[in-house]
Each structure stands twice: as structure tokens, then as C-alpha cells.
């Protein structure tokens, strides 16, 4: 499938690859780890949605955060699961366009131009925090194990976040199926299961110099590279409320019993109660609230740009992302757990597997903490404190 060019081609082949996901989502989230979801993922490689981010220059479209935002909220409504694993791979596109060499730009481009997908090994454990790095690059071999690596295990590449040898961060890109490389399924999660995101051994992995590229000069000027991420993030979390509140939707017109207090208030259907018309009413309110809120995030960071002119724009665009992020976490978790409110027990059969969207949110929402989002918000208002990291968050 050839790389979409504009907005609207890129929606159209989101609502395409939603199609084709959404009747096998169930049976995903139920296989979890056991069954790698390849028939999915290759589907995904195909619709052309993983070249939309790369620039002009580079061969692509260059379709900026707005086009990102729209078809992970398609997607995700679908199958949040399979719309995180690129998640990463939209980050290193980032990455690459603004530190890659000109050797680099045209390998991996080229390949994701033409249907290869960028892993990440970026989170390790047992350190003070995730980005605690132990894993080394030293002589040209990269050796060290990550963690929660979305997307490694069926992708063409990894890059690998690691210290090089003057202790600087560095972001070395691998081939999925070099000597060295392993990646394995021991993801067993509550809910976002068909993530697989399990641990990724590199033992001695070879790296071409090309494929090496300065990492920690991300993290010493403004930049729009985390709030683009946390952007993919958002826009998952908004298509799991839609998807809950679609399910709802559709379990109240064609299953929902109504309960014995409405019956006699003259409800003749779960539809007509008057406490599940508030309840569905309300939450429509807030799903669209949450869509709106993701889209205008999207437009702030088209305006700042991957580049922003200082920190002060850059804490604009993280902060919109940010207020997104929360809110739309929050509802996502809401829609979830209302559902069964207004559906009954009887929707809490596992046959129907409406859980999964309250499992997928929970799990998908803690991946960094809501609290500290909502108090950089208020420090910046309150006190016109940017937050830290030159703005980003």
C-alpha cells in the first residue's frame, strides 16, 4: 500500500486498517503473549500509515501531528493494543529526522517508506528510575536488556537507547534479526496484552556508526520529541473511551434488559431508563470532550513545531499535550467502568469481553503519572513555571 499524502488519505486508510482489526480485537486481547499477532501487524505494515511522519525531504509526506493524532484514535478504537505498537516507531521517526545522518535518513527511511517498522528498547529495570541506563556501547557492540519493548518483536529494526563510552546517551539502531538480538514474549499484563512488549536481550550486537546517533542532544534544547509521544499516547487513550462508549451504545439497543425500578417508572427498554439516558448522556459529553481536547493538542503542536523557537513554546506544546493526556486517560477509565453501570450484569459476561476496555485503559494510562501532568499545568498557570527539561515534560 503506498504512503498516504495528505490528511485525508491517511484517515481513509486508518479507517481501512480499523475495519480489518476490529472483529479480531476480542480474540487478541484473550490470546494475549500465547499468539504473537502477526496477521495484525503485517496489516498495519501494509496500510502505508508508518512513512506519514517522515519529511519531504526525506521522501515522505511530512503529515505532522494533527494526521498522527487522527489515525491513532481510529486505529486504537479498534484495537488499542496494535495502535501502541508504532508508537515508538513514530518517536524514532522523530528522532531521525532530527539527528540522523544523512546515511541514516536514507536507509531507514527507505524502508519504512516501504513497509518496515522501527522497534524501541529504550525502558531498563532494576535502575533508580526507567531511563537508569545499564546497557553499554562500547567498541561498536551494544550489550544490555530491555524492558516493556513495544513493537521489538516483529519489527526491522530497534533502536536502543544506551551509554557510549564518555557516558553520554546514545540511540543505536540494530536490525531486528541480527546475531545477538533477542526478544522474547514474557509480556503478561492486565489489560493491552496484544502489545507483547516483552524483555529484549543484546549481547555484543555490532553497530554501524551510521546507525549511531547522538542521543543526549534531545535532552539539552527545546524540543517537541516527548510531546509528540505522549500525543500517540493521548490519542490511544481517547480511542479506548470511543470504543467503550461504542460498545455501550450498541449493548443498550440490542441487549440490555431494562431493570425492574424502570419498569415500573415506565421504561420499556434499558434504553428508556432515565438514570442510563443521564449516565450515557454525560459520558457522551465528556468522550467528545476528550476528542476535542486531543485535537486541539495536535493543531498547538502543528503551530510550535518539532523545533520550537524557544522554551516557552515548547512548554505550550507539552503542556497542551499534557492537559489532553490526563483528561483523556481519566475518561477512558470512566467509559470503562460506566458501561457496565448502565448495561447490567449481564454484560459482564466474558463471551462479550467489555472488560478489555477498562483493562486496556488501566493499563495504557499508568505508563507515566497523570498527577505530575495536572501539577505542571498548575505551576505554569500559577506561577509561569516551565516545566522541567527546557519545557518538556
Not at 480499523?18 to 484473550?30: K, S, V
Not at 449481564?346 to 478489555?356: F, Q
Amino acid at each position: 500500500m503506498p504512503v498516504p499524502q495528505t490528511h485525508d488519505e491517511a484517515v481513509a486508510a486508518a479507517h481501512r486498517l480499523a475495519a480489518h482489526l476490529e472483529p479480531g480485537a476480542i480474540q487478541r486481547d484473550r490470546d494475549g503473549a500465547t499468539v504473537v499477532p502477526r496477521e495484525a501487524l503485517a496489516a498495519l505494515d501494509d496500510s502505508g500509515l508508518l512513512g506519514i511522519s517522515i519529511p519531504a525531504a526525506d521522501g515522505g509526506p511530512g503529515l505532522g501531528p494533527r494526521t498522527l493524532a487522527e489515525i491513532t484514535r481510529i486505529i486504537a478504537a479498534a484495537d488499542p493494543a496494535i495502535a501502541q505498537v508504532p508508537q515508538g516507531h513514530y518517536l524514532m521517526v522523530d528522532v531521525l529526522a532530527l539527528y540522523g545522518g544523512a546515511e541514516a535518513r536514507k536507509r531507514l527511511f527507505g524502508d519504512v517508506l516501504a513497509g518496515r517498522r522501527l522497534g524501541n528498547g529504550l525502558a531498563e529495570r532494576g535502575g533508580k528510575h526507567a531511563q537508569d541506563l545499564r546497557t553499554r556501547i562500547s567498541g561498536g557492540l551494544l550489550s544490555g536488556v530491555k524492558y516493556y519493548t513495544t513493537g521489538a518483536l516483529t519489527s526491522a529494526w530497534i533502536a536502543v537507547s544506551a551509554l557510549d563510552e564518555d557516558d553520554r546517551v546514545v540511540l543505536a539502531f540494530v536490525a531486528r534479526d541480527a546475531e545477538g538480538v533477542s526478544v522474547g514474549t514474557d509480556w503478561d499484563m492486565l489489560g493491552q496484552r496484544a502489545t507483547i512488549s516483552g524483555t529484549a536481550t543484546f549481547a555484543e550486537v555490532p553497530v554501524e556508526e551510521g546507525l549511531r546517533l547522538p542521543y543526549a542532544d534531545a535532552f539539552t534544547v527545546p524540543q517537541q520529541l516527548g510531546a509528540r509521544a505522549q500525543l500517540v499516547h493521548t490519542a490511544i487513550e481517547v480511542g479506548i473511551a470511543g470504543a467503550a462508549l461504542r460498545d455501550a451504545r450498541e449493548y443498550l439497543r440490542g441487549k440490555a434488559r431494562p431493570s425492574t425500578e424502570a419498569v415500573r417508572a415506565g421504561a420499556t427498554s434499558a434504553a428508556d431508563d432515565p438514570h442510563v439516558l443521564h449516565r450515557y448522556g454525560r459520558l457522551v459529553s465528556r468522550v467528545r470532550a476528550a476528542e476535542a481536547l486531543l485535537e486541539s493538542s495536535a493543531r498547538t503542536l502543528e503551530e510550535v513545531g518539532l523545533v520550537p523557537a524557544d522554551a516557552d513554546a515548547a512548554a505550550r506544546g507539552s503542556l497542551a499535550v499534557a492537559a489532553a493526556k490526563a483528561f483523556g486517560s481519566e475518561i477512558a477509565l470512566e467509559a470503562g467502568s460506566e458501561l457496565f453501570t448502565m448495561c447490567g450484569t449481564s454484560s459482564a459476561a466474558a463471551k462479550y469481553d467489555l472488560d478489555r476496555h477498562w483493562r486496556n485503559a488501566r493499563t495504557h494510562s499508568v505508563h507515566d503519572p497523570l498527577d505530575w501532568k495536572y501539577h505542571h499545568i498548575a505551576a505554569y498557570e500559577l506561577a509561569g513555571r516551565l516545566p522541567p527539561n527546557h519545557g518538556q515534560l
